[in-house]
């Protein structure tokens, strides 16, 4: 069972506005990461760490900017929020078990509407 | 074009029928990933494999690396297993995914 959270799962704000959004996981797992999806759209990965104090830009271009402090902890922050960045953000952890591969598991996402 | 390429991109069924979902990849890779995402959003790993073939329940997944084609099958369908179907890979010597664009399959009862 996965124990990867986000908050907030619904956000609604204005043009302008600085936001957070949370991403916690509980199984020690060293690999975070963060994408991006439009409806009916792929996942493009915006964001990714590989451990503490590690953090890397993805595939896709993003305007928002990460941290990774703690092992458990992978926020993701827009300074100035604008219509564009209206999409899901979600994230997901893994860790190298049993090889030379990792089974990504995924939070429930944030639905994000900038007005 | 994409190097992760699914099909079909869309599949509606009928309660009981045995379903199968196509992907094609044209990179090395060292695993595969099919996810499930339900309209809420939210996405679970159904199975990671990088060779031969998984079962779990009414899910089986199997994987030709020679081919570069993997094959997800639900059997005995059910509106339930609704949702889109995503298949990832984890390229070789990389540890990121990349994504298929996704089967919405619809089983109606």
């Known amino acids: 069972e996965a124990d990867i959270y986000q908050t907030p799962r619904y956000l609604v704000i204005g043009t302008g506005k600085k936001i957070t959004l949370e991403c916690s996981q509980t199984m020690g797992h060293d690999k975070m990461y963060w994408y991006q999806q439009d409806p009916g759209m792929e996942l493009h990965l915006i964001h990714y760490?590989?451990?503490?104090?590690?953090?890397e830009k993805g595939d896709l271009s993003s305007e928002s900017t990460v941290s990774r402090i703690r092992t458990e902890h992978f926020p993701l922050t827009l300074e100035s929020a604008r219509p564009s960045h209206t999409s899901q953000y979600l994230c997901?952890?893994?860790?190298?078990?049993?090889?030379?591969?990792?089974?990504?598991?995924f939070g429930p996402g944030t639905r994000l509407t900038v007005l | 074009k994409n190097e992760v390429e699914q099909s079909p991109q869309n599949l509606t069924a009928q309660e009981g029928e045995f379903i199968t979902i196509n992907c094609s990849y044209s990179?090395?890779?060292?695993?595969l990933h099919w996810l499930q995402q339900h309209p809420g959003g939210g996405i679970v790993s159904l199975f990671m494999l990088s060779s031969g073939k998984k079962k779990h329940g009414r899910l089986i997944a199997t994987i030709n690396i020679q081919e570069k084609h993997s094959s997800l099958h639900i059997t005995a369908s059910h509106p339930r297993d609704s949702a889109v179907y995503i298949c990832?890979?984890?390229?070789?010597?990389?540890?990121?995914?990349?994504f298929g664009q996704g089967t919405r399959l619809t089983i109606n009862p």
């Open positions: 990832a890979v984890l390229k070789g010597g990389a540890q990121k995914l990349v």
């Open positions: 997901a952890s893994s860790t190298l078990a049993g090889g030379n591969y990792n089974e990504q598991f």
């Open positions: 760490s590989y451990g503490v104090n590690s953090t």
């Open positions: 990179v090395g890779i060292s695993a």
